[in-house]
């Protein structure tokens, strides 16, 4: 039972490069999540999948794309990347979406835009 | 709108002292609060929750109490080891969303000396 899993661990793009981010969870959670970790600001949630199928905004979702691909994966897409994307990325999922139900987190995946 | 302040860190202790960790929080309705803890290197894990007032949350020492009269959650551990050394996170979870927005404090990083 591996959890959240996320791909890759570390990335240094240049500016205007793409990339998608993967996450993957073995948990059965109907829900997952986006968020980056910036020094001083917490987590900030970029998008989030309430269920399979659907998806959507968080606080700061400008300059990203999701995809829910199916119950288990959930992927973030950087079309262009800036230098203001760098930051340590985590993806989450939750097995009920309520308001009471804790996240579980992947490992991060620290982005560099150069 | 909905928000978490905690206090800022870095909070440094010798082993064995008292840790308190305060944490307020700004929300309408009865949100659900929760304590997250970040080992080095690693993602967010969940150390303790309450979903409603005057619970009590506790887990590996810990204890948190949520109190609506002061809008406040704050951590306390009564002797801190060094493996508690991490970054501490309250947040509460959005009723107004059904749950999927979770709102996060900026972090507590704390430092046990032994």
């Known amino acids: 039972n591996a959890g959240v899993t996320q791909t890759p661990k570390f990335q240094v793009l240049k500016t205007g490069q793409s990339m998608t981010l993967q996450c993957a969870q073995d948990?059965?959670?109907?829900?997952m999540y986006w968020y980056r970790q910036d020094p001083g600001m917490g987590l900030r949630l970029i998008y989030y999948s309430a269920s399979e199928g659907t998806t959507d905004k968080g606080e700061v979702p400008n300059g990203y794309n999701v995809s829910r691909l199916n119950k288990r994966e959930f992927s973030l897409r950087l079309e262009s990347a800036a230098p203001s994307q760098t930051s340590v990325y985590f993806c989450a999922s939750s097995g009920q979406g309520t308001g009471s139900s804790e996240q579980y987190f992947g490992p991060g995946t620290r982005l560099t835009v150069t | 709108g909905n928000s978490v302040t905690q206090m800022e860190g870095p909070v440094t202790l010798s082993e064995e002292a008292f840790l308190t960790i305060n944490c307020t929080y700004t929300?309408?309705?009865?949100?659900?609060l929760f304590w997250y803890v970040q080992y080095p290197g690693e993602g967010l894990q969940l150390l303790l929750k309450?979903?409603?007032?005057?619970d009590k949350g506790s887990n590996k020492g810990f204890e948190a109490t949520y109190r609506k009269e002061t809008t406040s959650f704050h951590l306390e551990k009564g002797s801190v080891q060094v493996s508690d050394s991490a970054v501490y996170f309250c947040?509460?979870?959005?009723?107004?969303?059904?749950?999927?927005?979770?709102?996060f404090g900026a972090g507590t990083r704390l430092f046990v000396k032994a």
């Open positions: 309450a979903t409603k007032a005057d």
């Open positions: 948990m059965n959670h109907n829900s």
């Open positions: 929300a309408t309705g009865y949100p659900s």
């Open positions: 947040a509460l979870s959005d009723p107004n969303t059904g749950g999927f927005k979770t709102i």
